[in-house]
């Protein structure tokens, strides 16, 4: 069975403070793997796609990075603004459909 | 582009009762996928249709079931509401194989 572990549940940084979120994975065949955040009450919003080991993404303060056993959202100098919950999920490549297999998240909160 | 929709917002049911959410897709997506999300915890897939069939089921018990349409559109039910059913539906639409897009869900509270 698929499955993500987000560490840590909940970072508390000040704003300016660079930090990395991770997300540990094990999936039988990974087509991709999936970065998310998500405000209070709301649905997730996308923000990267990675595919294979060694592939970066970046977008504004965020850079995701994957491995074949975790990805990494880095988040340099941090605005309040970025305070939300960040999702990382998995996809695998077999079995058809595009089932997306969730961590638990990790809750930012940034400071002033 | 309206991106992905969800009806209602929010609702209020009552143990044993029926319940149906609806979704529309955004433009251009033939795909669409319901997640349950409990209060803490990151989305569970329910399942996926395409070419208005199942195409893929989570653990769910036959009380979840649904519906595409012909425009892409899609219905969750919830049949014989249990209080463990409280969650944020959320749907996801997406062309096949490509990132999928989520809507901004609909808060279900069973008393």
């Known amino acids: 069975e698929d499955q993500v572990t987000q560490s840590p549940e909940a970072l508390r940084l000040q704003e300016g403070e660079s930090s990395s979120l991770n997300c540990s994975y094990t999936v039988s065949g990974l087509r991709g793997l999936f970065w998310y955040r998500q405000d209070p009450g709301k649905g997730p919003e996308f923000l990267f796609t990675?595919?294979?080991a060694g592939e970066e993404k970046e977008k504004e303060r965020l850079k995701a990075t994957l491995t074949k056993k975790e990805s990494f959202l880095h988040i340099t100098a941090p605005k309040p603004e970025d305070s939300a919950t960040y999702l990382c999920?998995?996809?695998?490549?077999?079995?058809?459909?595009?089932?997306?297999?969730f961590g638990t998240g990790t809750q930012l909160k940034v400071e002033l | 582009d309206a991106g992905v929709t969800q009806s209602p917002t929010h609702l209020i049911k009552t143990r044993g009762q029926q319940v149906t959410l609806r979704c529309s897709p955004k433009s251009g997506h033939d795909t669409v996928s319901w997640y349950q999300q409990a209060l803490g915890q990151g989305p569970q897939f329910i399942f996926q249709?395409?070419?208005?069939?199942?195409?893929q089921r989570g653990n769910f018990p036959d009380r979840f079931s649904g519906h595409q349409f012909p425009n892409y559109s899609s219905e969750l039910n919830v049949n014989a509401l249990l209080l463990g059913d409280s969650a944020l539906y959320l749907c996801?639409?997406?062309?096949?194989?490509?990132?999928?897009?989520f809507g901004q869900g609909t808060r279900l509270t069973v008393v």
């Open positions: 249709y395409y070419e208005e069939e199942e195409r």
């Open positions: 990675l595919y294979s």
């Open positions: 999920a998995v996809e695998r490549s077999a079995g058809g459909g595009n089932k997306l297999t």
């Open positions: 996801a639409s997406q062309a096949l194989n490509t990132e999928a897009f």
